[in-house]
């Protein structure tokens, strides 16, 4: 009887880099320890470095061995194995728009598991040789804005702070287990995140500007050009007002604050 017809859904989770995965089990043929020398198994079938294979850097350590029944047979090293899980009755979310393009036919979704988020691989899609993984959402035009808003939230991103219309703001979070970084070097979306029964992109400001995304300890939910969009935060000041133009474009000082705050025009940008 197949999982489905028995209401399971089995899953082998495992941690890669960075990133946790949940693979459907029917595609697993066998969990092992690695060789002697990690790259293969049992000297006959050689050993492929996940994390390497979706465009990052090699896993170190001698972790875990995966074989997938797929065609051909493909072994990846992970970094750990979490369990296999039954997760028929676990929330399963679609990606969010954007995401979807980019990141299938890797991924159909993700599934939530004991509070925490894992990215649902397709082991049919997995590459068999090392590449680069495209952003998870292109690189945006960058557009600052013109004038700061009567009122908004300050937060820290990066060593900056960064303004947001407080309009545009529905709640602060923290990241929490639940969060999941994506297997991508580089782009805007440090990961993502399930609130309100819906996965929302994470995105890092800093990001937006051209630098690396890093995950951080807070996330500023918005709505952007009709998007839910969350936004990476160090920590948060609080809702400012009395902005007067600094020197430099998109940048504004306001009362009590030692340094200018950035504002872009996230929804033009995100339109």
Sequence with gaps: MSPFESGRRLCLLVEAGETRYAVEATSVMEVAMPGANGSSLRGVLEVKDLCALLGGPPEEGPGMV???DVS?????RVRSV???????????????PGLADSLAPLSRGAVLHKSRLYLELI???????VGSMSPAVAARPVHWAEAAPD??????????????PLGLVSQVISRGEAFCVLPVPSGPVAGIFPHDQVLWPVCSVPALLGEAPIPESFIVLTELAGRNVGLTATRVLGV???????????????????E??????????FS
């Design 66 to 68: 995966v074989v997938l």
């Design 72 to 76: 051909p047979t493909l072994a990846v």
């Design 82 to 96: 979490v369990e296999v899980a039954d997760v028929a009755r676990a929330p399963f979310f679609l990606l969010p």
């Design 123 to 129: 082991a049919e899609a997995l590459p068999h040789r």
């Design 151 to 164: 009122r908004a939230l300050v937060f820290e991103s990066q060593g900056r702070l960064f303004g947001v």
């Design 240 to 258: 400012m007002q009395r902005f007067e133009p600094d020197d430099t474009a998109g940048s504004f000082r306001a009362p009590g604050l030692s």
């Design 260 to 269: 200018p705050v950035a504002f872009l025009d996230l929804q033009r940008m």
